[in-house]
């Protein structure tokens, strides 16, 4: 006899509350829920996914008569495969994702960029943008399960550790984008960053796409520029100038730019048509970076002067000019 | 020798209408298809008709036994029907390892692997599954409901522990009733979409006072049990919906736009026992 498997899938099912934005508030109409995309063309979800390959489906309702709306869709920046099929009143966007897409658990963020809007009256007058609707993400992942017990509780000492002893805020980022002769460039200014108890106010990030080295410079006002450079996979060499702790506050700082980056999106982007393209590049290159700090943060708590005795409170030394 | 693996019940209507194409009645014809695709080697099949409709009762297949139902259900809800209560004890009676209950309107396409993957899941916990929505017959795929359950599948053990006794087939609420009564057991609930599991779409016939009838069924159950409802963590916005149902059990009475209240409150806490089943979701092709 065939076997069938059942396969565990996870639902997200756009009426209830959703961590994304460009969304237009959720609608049940005939017993089918969704949300219609807009009022931009960029439309960010973020669902918890275990890390490794998998494959989805977007569920679209269609109006009748409606054409197979054929929005781009993107995970952590990586473009994905998609292909539509019609399915009763609705239809389908089938999807898959390789583990580059995903190569840790964590918050998922899929992009859909919408091929077409329409402008629709608003119930208090003028106009609203809309695009497709979407009632629910199905989505499978090749990974077994939960992580063990022992697994969980060093991870939760280890948030803990970190959120207590190595605290940091990205803040608000206000990103600009530029392209040099061979190069990418991003420059930043954040507002309401912090090193540790310490706030930088106009924290300025720059960062430069050369080839396959990402470089990255932090500057504070009265500051000396924090430099740093990852190639290829890493590692990533913190600035020599920092103290341990430091150091290490500074690659908590680079750990925490995607979700910086995914703020940023979920305000900027409304109402704006985005090049999806070059959004995706960076945010491929900040979990590099974010993953590449990960890893030099472990190496330096592993075998590197402890800093379990740290004082919190110690304020952020940054270097001085000359 | 015979062996039951899993045994089904069910209510079959005395007729069933549904939209056909060019203005005909494709209720009978679905009916039968329905009737014909339940039973299968190793599952068995009963169908309970209300003593009320015991000269009416349809013409089933050799292979789906028809059992007297238990009365009171026209008594209490105004028309025919089967308790649900009595429906699973039948099934139970069959000593099979696997009970469940199937609404009269869904047709099983379900291979043996199919029926081999549900009754495994269904040894270990309740097993609900959406009904895949097709508008004729022959339609290879369609959309599935997400907000209800029509074939519902658990160990026979549990059977007897779940409090089913207000609920009865077309009752409104059973469904997200015995999903929320079995994870206040503390049994593992999972939900399946199964393409196998198929409706022929129709228009919805809700009835506002049987629906809210039903919900103060709920209500009543969740009242006394309401320390087993927290550790469900179902969510802040079922605690508050579900608060607020159990504070206005007669808003009719209560003044101004209140049912509403309390109807909108119903609909949202329905939908955050799917939201919670769903956490624990399966595909089944």
Redesign the interface.
């Known amino acids: 006899m065939d076997i069938a498997t059942p396969r565990r899938r996870i639902v997200h099912d756009m009426l209830f509350g959703i961590d994304g934005s460009g969304w237009h508030p959720p609608e049940l109409r005939d017993g089918i829920g969704f949300r219609r995309s807009g009022p931009g063309r960029l439309s960010i979800l973020r669902v918890a996914l275990p890390a490794g390959a998998g494959r989805g489906e977007a569920q679209l309702l269609l109006l009748a008569d409606e054409a197979i709306p054929a929005p781009a869709l993107f995970l952590n920046g990586h473009a994905l495969d998609t292909a539509s099929r019609r399915v009763g009143p609705g239809a389908v966007l089938d999807f898959t994702w390789g583990e580059d897409a995903m190569p840790e658990p964590g918050l998922a963020e899929f992009w859909f960029l919408a091929d077409r809007m329409e402008h629709v009256p608003a119930s208090g007058g003028g106009m609203r943008s809309m695009g497709f609707r979407l009632c629910a993400l199905g989505l499978e992942t090749a990974e077994a399960g939960p992580t063990t017990a022992p697994d969980a509780v060093a991870r939760i000492a280890g948030e803990r550790f970190l959120r207590e002893i190595l605290p940091v805020a990205p803040g608000r980022l206000r990103l600009a984008f530029r392209e040099t002769e061979g190069a990418r460039v991003v420059e930043a200014v954040t507002e309401g960053a912090r090193l540790g108890p310490t706030p930088v106010p106009g924290l300025a990030i720059g960062l430069r796409a050369d080839g396959n080295a990402l470089h990255v410079r932090l500057g504070a006002p009265g500051g000396a520029l924090l430099a740093a450079t990852l190639r290829g996979a890493g590692p990533l060499v913190l600035p020599g100038a920092l103290a341990p702790r430091d150091a290490l506050l500074m690659a908590r700082f680079l750990a925490a730019l995607p979700s910086a980056y995914g703020a940023w999106l979920d305000t900027a982007m409304r109402g704006a048509a985005p090049d999806a393209a070059l959004l995706g590049a960076w945010r491929r290159d900040v979990a590099r970076l974010a993953r590449a700090a990960e890893c030099a943060l472990a190496v330096a708590l592993a075998d590197g002067p402890s800093v379990f005795g740290a004082d919190p409170a110690a304020p952020f030394a940054w270097p001085v000019v000359g | 020798m015979r062996v039951t693996e899993v045994a089904l019940a069910t209510s079959v209507p005395p007729a069933m209408r549904r939209p056909g194409p060019g203005g005909q009645d494709a209720g009978p014809g679905w009916r039968d298809a329905c009737l014909a695709s339940w039973p299968a080697p190793g599952w068995r099949v009963l169908a309970l008709t209300p003593p009320e409709e015991a000269g009416d009762a349809p013409a089933l297949p050799a292979q789906v036994e028809p059992v007297r139902a238990a009365p009171g259900v026209a008594a209490r809800y105004g028309r025919p029907g089967v308790w649900l209560s009595d429906a699973l004890a039948r099934a139970a009676g069959t000593g099979a390892e696997v009970v469940g209950i199937v609404n009269a309107d869904i047709r099983l396409d379900l291979?043996?692997?199919?029926r081999?993957?549900l009754a495994g899941?269904a040894r270990d916990g309740l097993v609900a599954c959406h009904r895949m929505?097709?508008?004729h017959a022959a339609?290879a795929?369609?959309?599935f409901?997400?907000?209800g359950f029509d074939l519902v599948l658990m160990p026979a053990a549990i059977a007897p522990r779940l409090d089913l006794g207000a609920f009865a087939f077309g009752v409104p609420w059973w469904d997200y009733w015995i999903l929320l009564d079995a994870k206040m057991l503390g049994i593992e609930v999972s939900?399946?979409?199964c393409p196998g599991v198929r409706h022929l779409t129709h228009a919805?016939a809700w009835r506002r006072e049987a629906w809210l009838a039903a919900l103060r069924e709920v209500a009543a159950r969740i009242a006394p049990r309401r320390d087993a409802l927290a550790p469900l963590g179902l969510g802040p916005?079922a605690a508050a919906t579900g608060e607020m149902l159990l504070a206005l059990p007669d808003p009719e009475h209560e003044g101004y736009g209140l049912s509403e209240l309390v109807e909108l409150a119903g609909t949202r806490f329905g939908?955050e026992i799917v939201?919670a089943a769903?956490r624990?979701?399966?595909?089944?092709?």
Do not use: W
Request: hydrophobic fraction near 50%.
């Open positions: 291979c043996a692997a199919r081999a993957a899941l929505e097709v508008a339609q795929e369609g959309p409901y997400r907000y939900v399946v979409e919805a916005v939908l939201r769903q624990r979701a399966f595909r089944l092709d």
